[in-house]
Antibody, heavy 118, light 107 residues
């Protein structure tokens, strides 16, 4: 069964940085696009970023463009999200999700919680 | 940016009943890039439907998707106890993915 395991979340002050990781296993990671999707406490889903199979193309939501950077390491089967200049509104559970047909997401990790607070 | 509006916000039904969730988009969805997800408390979303009407692997046939243009529907033909959850629609257009606000199906 496909596995996606996020890590790296935690409590950070406004203006701070965090780097999230997503470890993928039990599928050929290098052949799938990946995305980050977040969910603020008690709220809906918000797509954050996309990365293609070889590291391009890369897309971002307007809310994070210029502050977040997505990357991947196909040797380590890992996806990353570098988050800088964090704001209160970035507080959320961050999921990594595998790209699937018709630009849907077929597998999701369990998420890692990012809390931005002073 | 295409905005997705789901209705109703909450659907109160009983097991065995039919559930119909609507997703209206602010612009026409291209290439059938419309999906539906189920999310239960404390769990990650699960893909139900992709490409408007194709069921994902392992999804029971009581779940079906339909629609075109700007109006889409998720139908659960006969609710099972495990179907009570929040449902989200999602679309893709021009390097941007967006989700609806969610519909809670409750007992």
């Amino acid at each position: 069964e496909v596995q996606l395991v996020e890590s790296g979340g935690g409590l950070v002050q406004p203006g701070g940085s965090l780097r999230l990781s997503c470890a993928a296993s039990k599928f050929t990671f290098s052949t799938y696009s990946m995305s980050w999707v977040r969910q603020a406490p008690g709220k809906g889903l918000e797509w954050v970023s996309f990365i293609g199979t070889s590291g391009s193309p890369i897309y971002y939501a307007d809310s994070v463009r210029g502050r977040f950077t997505v990357s991947r390491d196909n040797v380590k089967n890992s996806l990353y999200l570098q988050m800088n200049s964090l704001r209160d509104g970035d507080t959320a559970l961050y999921y990594c999700a595998r790209g699937y047909l018709s630009n849907s997401f077929d597998y999701w990790g369990q998420g890692t919680l990012v809390t931005v607070s002073s | 940016e295409i905005v997705l509006t789901q209705s109703p916000g909450t659907l109160s039904l009983s097991p065995g009943e039919r559930a119909t969730v609507s997703c209206r988009t602010s612009q026409s969805v291209s290439d059938n890039y419309l999906a539906w997800y189920q999310q239960k408390p404390g769990q990650a979303p699960r893909l139900l439907i992709y490409g408007v009407s194709s069921r994902a692997t392992g999804i029971p046939d009581r779940f079906s998707g339909s629609g075109s243009g700007t109006d889409f529907t998720l139908t659960i033909s006969r609710l099972e106890p495990e179907d009570f959850a929040v449902y989200y629609c999602q679309q893709y257009d021009s390097t941007l993915w967006t989700f609806g606000q969610g519909t809670k199906v409750e007992i």
